[in-house]
Nanobody, 127 residues
Framework: VQLQASGGGLVQAGGSLRLSCAASARTFRTYNMGWFRQAPGKEREFVAG????????YSADSVKGRFTVSKDNAKNTVYLLTNSLKPEDTAVYYC?????????????????????WGQGTQVTVSS
C-alpha cells in the first residue's frame, strides 16, 4: 500500500488546513486509518483515527473540537480538517493504514497498530 499525504503548509494561528491522504490499494474501504504528527525533538503522537466503515472516529484531547477526520472510500482518500490551528500544532503530519477488522480507541492510538505509513506533510502555524 502506498500513501500520499498532501495539504500541509504555512498558516497563521486561527487558520485552517485540510490534509489529504490518498491510498493506492483497491481494498482501501476495508482499512482503518490514522493520523499522527511529530514535532522536532518530540515523539510521534496520535492525532485522529477512523474505522474502515467511517462510523467510528477517535481524536486526541489536544485536537478535539478543532480537527475532524473523514474517509471517502470512493476516492481512496482520508482527510483531516484542521481548524483553529495553534502554533503547538506545528509538526509533520503522517497518515497510516491498518488492515485489520478490529478497532478500538487504544488500538487506534498506538503507532504499532499500523502497517503502512505515508511520507508526511509539514504543517507550520505562525503566531
Amino acid at each position: 500500500v502506498q500513501l500520499q499525504a498532501s495539504g500541509g503548509g504555512l498558516v497563521q494561528a486561527g487558520g485552517s488546513l485540510r490534509l489529504s491522504c490518498a491510498a493506492s490499494a483497491r481494498t482501501f474501504r476495508t482499512y482503518n486509518m490514522g493520523w499522527f504528527r511529530q514535532a522536532p525533538g518530540k515523539e510521534r503522537e496520535f492525532v485522529a483515527g477512523i474505522k474502515w466503515s467511517g462510523g467510528i472516529t477517535y481524536s486526541a484531547d489536544s485536537v478535539k473540537g478543532r480537527f475532524t477526520v473523514s474517509k471517502d472510500n470512493a476516492k481512496n482518500t482520508v482527510y483531516l480538517l484542521t481548524n483553529s490551528l495553534k502554533p503547538e500544532d506545528t509538526a509533520v503530519y503522517y497518515c497510516a493504514v491498518d488492515g485489520r477488522a478490529f478497532y478500538s480507541s487504544s488500538y487506534a492510538q498506538s503507532p504499532v497498530t499500523y502497517s503502512y505509513w505515508g511520507q508526511g506533510t509539514q504543517v507550520t502555524v505562525s503566531s
